[in-house]
């Protein structure tokens, strides 16, 4: 973060730089993902069978930054929209959510991003929320 000149203090850039990087992760950007959860025993018995990731949030309508709830299949918008499925989790401690834009799986318990390929009770998810979105099955990765 660049500082002002004669705006603001040594200091003052010192915690705002620190705080910057607490609100945005590290440097590089890079977040590891958990490889495992105290939470999968919430999962739903049924994620063969999900919405398409077109599918607009269930509350406000909003077509995009939708995430599935893995719990009870809702879609409900991000805490970038308007914060639906942040509430849902807060309303009902559903804490698992796959999010359509990145296919990316959040634990709102952990706090923590999950690695859903390497999960097994998250790869089959992950696998149809793939197909569904970009018509082909994804790429296996290795580990």
């Not at 890079?30 to 495992?36: F, G, P």
């Not at 939470?39 to 509350?59: E, K, M, V, Y």
């Not at 559903?94 to 990145?102: F, N």
Request: glycine content about 2%; some cysteine.
């Amino acid at each position: 973060m660049a500082a002002q000149a004669g705006s603001s203090s040594a200091q003052e850039d010192q915690f705002l730089e620190n705080e910057e990087d607490l609100f945005y992760g590290a440097e590089s950007g890079w977040v590891e993902a958990r490889t495992s959860c105290d939470h999968l025993a919430s999962l739903s018995s049924d994620l063969a069978h999900i919405p398409t990731p077109d599918t607009a949030c269930n509350r406000c309508q909003h077509p995009n930054e939708n995430w599935l709830c893995l719990c009870c299949k809702d879609i409900l918008c991000s805490r970038f929209v308007n914060k639906h499925m942040l509430q849902h989790y807060q309303q009902s401690n559903h804490c698992l959510a796959l999010s359509y834009s990145d296919l990316s799986v959040w634990c709102f318990s952990c706090d923590a991003y999950l690695d859903a390929q390497l999960i097994p009770q998250l790869r089959p998810v992950y696998e149809t929320a793939y197909i569904l979105k970009f018509g082909e099955a994804p790429p296996f990765r290795t580990v």
